[in-house]
């Protein structure tokens, strides 16, 4: 628990459940799994058929006959649930949790998040051993999760919390990306093919007209096979117009 969340499922029903929750973690690089009082037992063959890949995950999780137990090293502990029974308890989304909870474990601190049961989620006796209330903004007509849904969105924003996760980044699929002068001579090579056919016009807005276009050249991510496929894409229309090149 050194540098994660342990994931502990509370009385899992199904077999596949289990292994689909595993599958889930390993998707997002969770593999400390706990597991109260599985209803089928343990080993689960059902399990290990659907975590796929996660099988090591499954090999390595603890089995604990009460969830006091389960927790006993825990220092922070969040429940998911999408009702509070009546309990005072803060309730944050998986978003803020997982954020909270990457604080917490690099001060050295253990963090468990409690899965119910498919049936009925967890119990008060379940909740009332929890720090906070772990609650997906789901649809209120309609707020029940299956278990490895809702432990694949909270593995999700775990993992969307590590360094180096960025929230965009551009796919250059092996091309290099245009150098600055070679957008400079592409905008040259612009300009000057439309000041030919009267494009900047009228005179008073030509200085403006040529800026914006500058600009529009150095909003575009261009790589440099777009480069040169402009110019030629330019040459070919003046060779159509009888201009040369």
């Known amino acids: 628990m050194a540098d994660q969340p342990v994931f502990v499922l509370v009385r899992p029903q199904m077999g596949e459940n289990i292994g689909a929750a595993a599958r889930a973690m390993w998707n997002f690089g969770l593999d400390r799994m706990r597991m109260v009082d599985p209803r089928d037992g343990w080993p689960n063959p059902r399990a290990v058929a659907l975590a796929s890949g996660a099988g090591r995950l499954l090999d390595h999780a603890g089995v604990f006959a009460s969830t006091a137990e389960a927790l006993a090293d825990c220092d922070y502990v969040y429940a998911t ?8 308890k803060p309730v944050v989304t998986p978003e803020r949790a997982m954020a909270e ?14 899965f119910g049961p498919e049936r009925a989620g967890l119990e ?14 789901a649809n209120p007509e309609f707020a029940s999760l299956n278990l490895a849904q809702c432990v694949l969105l909270t ?10 996760i960025v929230p965009e980044r551009l796919e250059m699929a092996g091309a290099a990306p245009a150098t ?4 400079e001579k592409l905008a040259e090579h612009f300009e000057e093919r439309l000041d030919a056919v009267g494009f900047f016009f009228p005179e008073t807005k030509a200085a403006n007209m040529k800026l914006n276009l500058r600009n529009l050249w150095s909003r575009m991510p261009l790589t440099r096979a777009d480069v040169q496929t402009l110019h030629g894409m330019l040459r070919q229309l003046m060779r159509g117009r009888g201009d040369g090149l």
């Open 81 to 88: 649930t999408s009702r509070a029974r009546g309990l005072t």
């Open 101 to 114: 909870a990457r604080g917490m474990i690099a001060g050295g601190r253990r963090v468990a998040v409690l």
């Open 124 to 137: 008060n006796d379940d909740i009332v051993r929890a720090n906070a209330i772990v609650e997906v903004p």
């Open 155 to 164: 593995a999700y924003e775990w993992r969307r919390e590590t360094p180096g």
């Open 180 to 183: 600055a002068i070679e957008v």
